[in-house]
């Protein structure tokens, strides 16, 4: 059974930070790419930004420069660090990770981030 649990979200005003945190719990022998999904009302889920088990980031244009993913393998924890933030980046965030080989994907149960004055 593994279970990933995110935290940090919340609401902050235009232009602030937010750091979220992931991490992945359970019988885990290995962990690949692990990721940060956003999903906001009406609309569909949508890539944040995703890192290698070796450090390797790939974002989604629009969160270039703003968004900084990283990750502790020691901790099994992903984090994304939201800096500049807007109000269109209101969304439900979710991370997910392959673990195992084959691997298997599996899905946080997400935390809400609003952006709002």
């Known amino acids: 059974q593994v279970q990933l649990v995110e935290s940090g979200g919340g609401l902050v005003q235009p232009g602030g930070s937010l750091r979220l945190s992931c991490a992945a719990s359970g019988s885990i022998s290995s962990i690949n790419t692990m990721g940060w999904y956003r999903q906001a009302p009406g609309k569909q889920r949508e890539l944040v930004a995703t890192?290698?088990?070796?450090?390797?980031?790939n974002y989604a244009d629009s969160m270039k420069g703003r968004f900084t993913i990283s990750r502790n393998n020691a901790k099994n924890t992903v984090y994304l660090q939201m800096n500049s933030l807007k109000p269109e980046d209101t969304a439900v965030y979710y991370c997910?990770?392959?673990?195992?080989?084959?691997?298997?994907?599996?899905w946080g149960q997400g935390t809400q981030v609003t952006v709002s004055s």
């Open positions: 997910n990770a392959w673990i195992g080989a084959p691997g298997r994907l599996y």
């Open positions: 890192v290698t088990s070796g450090g390797s980031a």
